[in-house]
């Protein structure tokens, strides 16, 4: 019994040390930040309003070489993923419906966390889920240090003149995503 109450206590104890990091590692709003915080996110780039990190990848057969930077034809959403990761699944369906719905206006580009993941786990899920857009292998781990990319999955949203437009932590309803985008697909460039 009393090893049982450990237990439980050990795993309390873990959960709210994570929400506790979680909560921390949350950027406050910008009515909050101070001089110092805005000059420190501002070199913490991609923030909302900065250009978005320039980057060439090889696609997950190593054919093709994408390349982000500087102006563009689309709206571009930039998602990263690591096939162990569970809100990833989650997300992969409504990825695939978002693509489908967007696919002549907005390029999505998925970023597989190479380094922490291994490609073949990344060309299973890619498989498994039969994700129809762009998957990108960051073997170095480069392109989401750029990004700061702390957990997964993480998108950005980057409008035609390169700009990022939004930054989603974690799965987001269909409905939030065509709030992000209709705006940006509706402009002209």
């Given at each position: 019994?009393?090893?049982?109450?450990?237990?439980?206590?050990?795993?309390v104890?873990?959960?709210?040390?994570?929400?506790?990091?979680?909560?921390?590692?949350?950027?406050?709003?910008?009515?909050?930040?101070?001089?110092?915080?805005?000059?420190?996110?501002?070199?913490?780039?991609?923030?909302?309003?900065?250009?978005?990190?320039?980057?060439?990848?090889?696609?997950?057969?190593?054919?093709?070489?994408?390349?982000?930077?500087?102006?563009?034809?689309?709206v571009?959403i930039?998602?990263?993923?690591?096939?162990?990761?569970?809100?990833?699944?989650q997300?992969?369906?409504?990825?695939?419906?978002?693509y489908?719905?967007?696919?002549?206006?907005?390029d999505?580009?998925?970023?597989?966390?190479?380094?922490?993941?291994?490609?073949?786990?990344?060309?299973?899920?890619?498989?498994?889920?039969?994700?129809?857009?762009?998957?990108?292998?960051?073997?170095?781990?480069?392109?989401?240090?750029?990004?700061?990319?702390?957990?997964?999955?993480?998108?950005?949203?980057?409008?035609?003149?390169?700009?990022?437009?939004?930054?989603?932590?974690?799965?987001?309803?269909?409905?939030?995503?065509?709030?992000?985008?209709?705006?940006?697909v509706?402009?002209?460039?």
């Amino acid at each position: 019994m009393k090893r049982n109450i450990v237990i439980l206590g050990i795993v309390v104890a873990a959960i709210i040390a994570i929400i506790v990091w979680n909560n921390q590692s949350r950027a406050p709003s910008k009515e909050a930040k101070t001089g110092n915080q805005a000059s420190a996110e501002a070199s913490a780039a991609p923030i909302v309003g900065s250009p978005a990190p320039s980057y060439k990848l090889a696609s997950l057969d190593g054919n093709t070489t994408y390349e982000v930077g500087g102006k563009r034809d689309k709206v571009l959403i930039v998602n990263f993923w690591a096939s162990w990761c569970w809100p990833c699944e989650q997300e992969a369906p409504d990825l695939v419906k978002l693509y489908e719905k967007y696919k002549n206006s907005v390029d999505l580009y998925a970023v597989n966390a190479t380094k922490y993941d291994t490609v073949r786990g990344a060309k299973d899920f890619v498989k498994e889920q039969a994700l129809p857009f762009p998957i990108m292998m960051d073997k170095d781990g480069k392109v989401g240090d750029d990004y700061k990319v702390f957990s997964y999955p993480i998108s950005f949203i980057v409008d035609r003149e390169g700009v990022v437009q939004h930054r989603i932590d974690g799965p987001q309803p269909l409905e939030e995503w065509a709030k992000m985008l209709d705006p940006l697909v509706g402009k002209a460039s």
